[in-house]
Every structure is written in structure tokens, then in C-alpha cells.
């Protein structure tokens, strides 16, 4: 493999042959659109921490759902701010909760969109904690039968997809097992499986309102430093029934996606938090980075790790730069 016989860069020159031998093809088709629903109609109001990202009604919702499919995106995952938060969470089991009064809406507008939900309690809790609290602690247990409540009432409204992402141990065959009783066999699940407990979910829970009122959430979720145990954790999902498992946070964590990838073959979605979108676009804003440049290379590499979903804040602006190139 010496020069002058071998020169990579001949199959550099022009846009065209970059184009053919690309490795990695980055489209709208794999890339998912989280959006947070509060309750209301015409309310629209953007987070601070996350320029370009709104809490809306379900009204609005559609509105945005409808852009969504144009851009030719698959689906969007959604979050819930109920108007009422309890010890358990019960605002997220009510057939007219805001997630599933904005499944509803999605419905009747007849959009062909997947709809995506989280499956968690942390939105709903008082104490912003992704289960129920007994002494002082998350307890694993009496939290399974509320998240297979949550996921069936998610269900019953006409979500397409359950993804859980409480990270308690034991919840995806829960789900499965109340789906199934209840005819929902065919709805799938993709289960949050490697989810780190991270600093970069900051935006999100000023979005969401689910910062943990004490403590934090490392009883529960995953350890940074530890990668064996991610695929633990997807192999235990998959044994549970999960269609699909996701890697979250997804640019710290590029080893993990690619190591789920190779062990297991299922559908691997990342999730590109929200502070990693914050930080491309407190960047950006400054004028210290390209977005447009900087969010494909980031999604190409995501792809490239492994990962064949991205759920992304980033989904619509990428899809349109995709359409226009
Ligand atoms: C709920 C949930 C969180 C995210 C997705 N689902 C927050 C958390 O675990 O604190 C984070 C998403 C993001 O940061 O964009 N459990």
C-alpha cells in the first residue's frame, strides 16, 4: 500500500466520487423528533435552554406534527407537563392526560406519522423521580405496574411505539406482559436500555419540569464509566421483549452504540440529548460554530457508531439541509 501507486485522495476530487464511495448515507428516514405537550390550547412557548424547542398544546402539536411529516421525517417521541403531579404519578395513566389527548389530536388529524411515548414517571412525580419512593428511595418494584399502565393508556390512545425510560429493572416485560393481555401485541417496544445518568440532560428537565426534587437519579440510571454493563442491560431488554433498545446520551457514549451494534441485531436507536443540542446551539449562536455543518457531521457519526434511529432536537433542521443538498 505504498505512493505513488496509492493515492486516496484521487477518490476525493469532485463531489460526485465523495458522493459514490460515501460509507454512510444520512437521511430524514431514521431520525425522530421528541416534542414536549402541556396542557392548553394555543400555547406555545419556547425553552430557554433549548432555542428552537417549544412546550405546546396538543392543538400546536399537529401543527408542528404536520411540518414534521413534510420534511419527511418517520415520527416523533413524545413528552408529557401534566397539569397535576402526585406521589405516583397518576396524571400519566389518565385517559385524558396531555400525552394522550396529543396522541388524539395526532390521530384525528390523520397524520401518518409514528408515534413515539416515553414511558416514565419523572414528569408526573412530585418529586421529579422516574419511580415511586419509599423510604427515602426509588423503589423498583411497585413502579413496574404504573409505567405498564402508562405504556397500555399510551396505547389505548393510538401510539405506535412504547419506549420506557425509567431504568427500573424488571419494566419492559412488565409492559409487554399488560400490552399482550390487553390485545396490544403488536405494539412495539423500544426500551431506553443503556441510559446513562448524565449532566446532559439539563435542558430537558427545564423542558420536561422533571429535575429530581432530592438527590439524583445514579441509583437508577447507568454509571458513565461502565460499558460491559450497557449490553447487561440490552441483553436483559431483549430477553424481556424489547423490539428495539436505545443508547442515551448518544456523543459520550459513540463506544457503547458501537458496541451494542455488533453484539446485538435489533434496531440500535442513540438519543442526542438535549444538552448536546444546547451546546451546538449556544455555539452556534455565538457565531463559534457552522450549525448546519457541525449537527450533520455529529448525526453522520452517531449513524456511523452504529446507531440506525437518532432521536434529535435537531431532526427538522436536518432533515431540511438533507433535502436541500
Ligand atoms: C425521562 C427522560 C429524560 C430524558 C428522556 N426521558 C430525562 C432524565 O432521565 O432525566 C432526557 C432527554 C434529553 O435530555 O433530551 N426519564
Redesign the pocket.
Known sequence: MKFPVHRPRRLRRTSALRGLVRETRLTAAGLIY?MFVCPGTKVRQEVGSMPGVHQQSADQIVEECREVEQLGLPGVIL?GLPETKDATGASSLAADGVVQRAIHAIRKANLKLLVIT?V?L??YTDHGH?GVIENGEVVNDATLPILAEQALSHARAGADIVAP??MMDGRVAAIRETLDQHHFENIPILS?AA?YSSG??G???EA?Q?APQFGD?RSY?MDSANAREALKEVAIDLDEGADMVMV??ALPYLDIIRRVRERFDVPVAA?N???E?AMVKAAAQKGWLDEQRVVLEILIGIQRAGAGMILT?HAKDAASWLKAC
Open positions: 421528541p413528552f416515553d416514565c419523572c414528569e422516574c425510560s425509567d431506553y441510559k446532559f440532560y435542558p430537558f428537565r420536561a422533571s437519579r440510571q442515551k446520551p438519543y440529548v438535549s444538552g443540542y432536537y
